[in-house]
């Protein structure tokens, strides 16, 4: 069947129509993705703003043209950390239902980084035994842990790229002063969560999901997306230090003559290495490999799963 999962993150509506079967990998048909920053667009409450709100109903009906253009079945839509904190964000939820009859669902932190394991489970294998997902999202960071297709450990840190950029980096480009405390205070989070993850057994495998750790990766010379999902790409800690001390003293402008980062990303590719960076150290992880399947195709597995 032809589905259709519309995601409403932190910087992006991004519509992924995939041909999908119980039992199969989901194959990709087409993708339509729209920059809104619904992060930014947030009073002094934190309440979504009339502007962003008004750009998110226009947005989700965009995404239901196309999907119907496309033969699309059913329709899955979800958000994530930028709804899911706001305080008008069921006001919000309401307006997108009664304005174009989607029905959202606000993904719990922890949910997000559930389905995140389980989409990167299934694209590496059983084979891959114990698995250490990290997933820099620009709301969250999720942190998961497990040898099954439901993780052990589980846990989703208000780390992300966007947020970090947003709270501990405002400067463009940042002062060393702004990096070193940004630095100090993500490696403090990050501290306090840890002990679970040192408990539990040593990872066999460790992946890193989702656009942040794409574009690091890229910075570093991996193989680019035109080349294909199937393709080794790997991220190293020492690149990732590197590529935070090469960038720090850029604009965002700058930035984006960078292979694999995008104007609307740059001015939060620093935070994201970062966070990376101090996931990586912290959790002892010297080289992870980049998986192609994040939260997008965990939820259509979910789905998939729960209607056979």
Known sequence: ????????????????????????????ATSHKMLLRLSEHVDDGGAIDESGAADLVRFVGECLE?????GCEEILAFATSAIREAPNGDEVIARVRTETGVDLQVLEG?????LTFLAARRWVGWSA???????????????TLGDDEEPDVAKSLLLGAGRVTRELLPGNPP???EIKAA??????????EIRPYAKAATPDSVVGTSKTMRSLARISGAAPRDDGPYVDRRLRLEDVRETISRIGGMTAKERTSLPGVSAA???????????????????????????????REGVLLRYLDLMS
Not at 110 to 114: S, Y
């Open 110 to 114: 922890v949910d997000e980084a559930r």
């Open 66 to 70: 196309v999907a119907e253009e496309q």
């Open 265 to 295: 990303r740059s001015h939060q590719i620093l935070a994201g290495g970062i966070v990376a960076e101090a996931a990586m150290d912290l959790l002892g992880v010297e080289e992870l490999a980049i998986c192609p399947w994040a939260l």
């Open 1 to 28: 069947m032809r589905l259709g999962v519309i995601d409403i993150g932190s910087n992006t509506v991004h519509l992924l129509v995939v041909d999908a079967h119980h039992g199969a990998a989901p194959i990709p």
């Open 183 to 192: 630095r100090r205070a993500v490696r403090a989070t990050l501290a306090k």
């Open 129 to 143: 035994g114990n698995l250490l997902v990290i997933d820099i999202g620009g709301g969250s960071l999720e942190l």
């Open 175 to 177: 002062t060393a002063k």
